[in-house]
């Protein structure tokens, strides 16, 4: 699908135009959106705008590629990417600009460039081709904050969760969190590095008022990445610290088991010593040498359990371990 937006000399604002009126002298500038093109309109694009092979290329190309800013003749070339709120899957998003024109190409819809849209049919008069591409990159960026803020809500979940009844399913769903940080790294770095060149670049020392707006973009990206870097460490944390619970509660079984089997050797020993098959054994002649020996065995049991309740090998009940809620929103 085609869309046109043109913005006269005289701030009238022209939309849904044919394609060959975009050019005309009366017009100031213009924007052209390729959503979902099929393989007319991208025929159509590549006639008309005449932009790089290489660009082209970019565009077309099915494995999605770094976000990057080239120069051409007489515009900028930017592929950036937004992401898809349920998967975290990384998606292209292109942009030729300059001065006269914008012209985005994107193979999946965009909210971003349909809420731009629609505020340029309302206050076109007022915005520029590099504003409409700030515009588009700055909702692309905020579209990351919620979904890291709800990975800092469920690390908080899981970490309250975590004491001497944890089970495997909390560390499922961690290494799932994990899994996710990863793809948002691999989308926000490249991001951080893009928005740098834009806000920094000399070539684009003509933007200055505009650079000054991506560069609180490229601000928000470092923070991004560092809450993400944050959350990662705090992550690693709670799987130790899981790691460490699991590893505790295994030593306590192994010192109970080990424990018992103790009391219960001197016990063994004595009904094995009396069970063997002589004919004169003179404590078995004793009236009461059945019970005595219980006696005994039963003092022998009590006395070695007192000893290791005493050193503590043999605990009983447990408190849970009180933890701090950790806070990790970057102010």
């Known amino acids: 699908m085609i869309r046109t937006t043109a913005i006269l000399n005289n701030g009238d604002i022209l939309q849904d135009i044919p394609l060959s009126r975009v050019k005309e ?5 213009y924007w052209v959106d390729f959503s979902e093109p099929a393989d007319k309109d991208i025929r159509m694009m590549k006639r008309f705008f005449q932009f790089h092979p290489l660009a082209i290329e970019d565009c077309l190309d099915d494995f999605s590629e770094r976000p990057k800013l080239d120069f051409y003749g007489g515009y900028i070339f930017v592929l950036m990417h937004a992401i898809n709120r349920h998967t975290l899957d ?8 300059n001065g006269r024109f914008i012209v985005t190409f994107h193979k999946k819809p965009v909210n971003q460039i349909d809420h731009m849209w629609k505020m340029v049919s309302e206050e076109g008069a007022q915005l520029t081709p590099f504003t409409i591409m700030h515009g588009i990159i700055d909702r692309l960026v905020d579209e990351y904050f919620p979904l890291i803020y709800s990975i800092e809500d469920r690390l908080n979940t899981i970490e309250e969760n975590t004491n001497e009844e944890s089970d495997s399913n909390l560390m499922d769903e961690l290494f799932d969190i994990r899994h996710e940080m990863s793809k948002l790294r691999r989308t926000l770095i490249p991001m951080r590095d893009l928005l740098y060149r834009i806000s920094n670049s000399s070539r684009l020392n003509s933007l200055k008022e505009e650079q ?8 928000h990206l470092i923070k991004q990445v560092e809450m993400l870097e944050s959350y990662r460490e705090f992550s690693a944390d709670i799987r130790d ?9 295994m030593n306590n079984i192994m010192m109970t088991l080990t424990v018992i089997t ?11 010593l009396y069970g063997m098959n002589f004919v004169y054994m003179p404590e ?19 006395v070695m359990f007192g000893f290791f309740v005493k050193i503590g090998w043999l ?17």
């Open 284 to 302: 078995l002649n004793e009236h009461n040498g059945y019970f005595v020996v219980l006696t005994v065995m039963a003092l022998i049991a009590a």
């Open 25 to 29: 002298d009366n017009v100031k500038w």
């Open 90 to 97: 990384s998606y292209e998003v292109n942009l030729f600009v």
């Open 212 to 219: 000054l707006y991506f560069n609180d973009v490229y601000d």
């Open 262 to 272: 103790t009391i219960f050797m001197p016990l063994t020993f004595i009904a094995g």
């Open 315 to 331: 605990k009983f009940g447990g408190r849970k371990r009180r933890r701090r809620k950790r806070l990790l929103k970057l102010k």
């Open 241 to 249: 610290n899981y790691l460490s619970i699991n590893s505790d509660k």
